[in-house]
């Protein structure tokens, strides 16, 4: 049973737009939650990050809902710009291991100019 | 200047050989990782270490060694390889195990014939 799920696989936006990219988890001592943005031939890049104490993370024009009640979260990128398309990760871990992280299998997101 | 070097970008194997992937990081972390990537799954947590230390390990199989010479070093011996070892492995770094913050390096990608 796949521990974090992500949907939709595929999003399409137009610049300017708010992407909207789901999470959802199965673990509930996972209390750690960052997103990766993916871009092709590199390596994963921390973007913003919550912490299950706290139900909203903004940083720039991301910002990440939490739901620890639904086990849901929530990637909105506002304004979104051509240079956004990538493949983004929602993670997970649990106690003071942070580093140990479980991964989803990421949505694809394309921002047409 | 990449912060996380590994070596080599790409290489390709016969199966049931052996090869050893590098892993040196310029941020002064003190917790590393290695982490895979392949196509019909979400990046998957490998090992950490902390402080030279192995702290976990999520590989069943003992073909994959970890190797840490320096504090900033982290190779990943792989043995007697097999097709299903083909993946992109991402070697990644923290500032302390239970920081979070995890920066990846851009890769390399492991394919065995």
């Known amino acids: 049973q796949q521990q974090v799920r992500q949907s939709p696989q595929s999003l399409t936006v137009w610049e300017g737009e708010t992407a909207i990219l789901n999470c959802s988890y199965e673990d509930s001592t996972f209390n750690y939650f960052p997103w990766y943005q993916q871009f092709p031939g590199e390596g994963p890049a921390l973007l913003i990050s919550i912490r299950s104490v706290s139900d909203k993370k903004e940083d720039g024009r991301f910002t990440i809902f939490f739901n620890k009640r639904e086990k849901k979260l929530s990637l909105h990128i506002t304004d979104s710009q051509p240079g956004d398309s990538a493949t983004y990760f929602c993670?997970?871990?649990?106690?003071?291991?942070?580093?140990?992280?479980?991964f989803g299998d990421g949505t694809v997101l394309t921002v047409k100019p | 200047d990449p912060k996380i070097i590994q070596k080599p970008k790409y290489l390709v194997a016969v199966t049931g050989s052996e090869k050893i992937l590098i892993c040196e990081q310029y941020?002064?972390?003190?917790?590393m990782y290695w982490y895979r990537q392949s196509a019909k799954k979400p990046l998957e947590f490998m090992f950490s270490y902390s402080y030279q230390k192995l702290m976990d390990n999520q590989t069943a199989s003992s073909r994959f060694q970890p190797q840490s010479s320096k504090k900033n070093h982290l190779d990943l011996q792989i043995t007697a390889l097999k097709p299903d070892d083909s993946a992109t492995y991402f070697c990644?770094?923290?500032?302390?195990?239970?920081?979070?913050?995890?920066?990846f390096g851009e890769g390399s990608k492991l394919t065995v014939l």
């Open positions: 990644a770094s923290s500032p302390q195990s239970n920081t979070g913050q995890l920066y």
């Open positions: 941020l002064g972390h003190n917790a």
């Open positions: 993670a997970a871990s649990a106690g003071t291991n942070t580093g140990k992280l479980t």
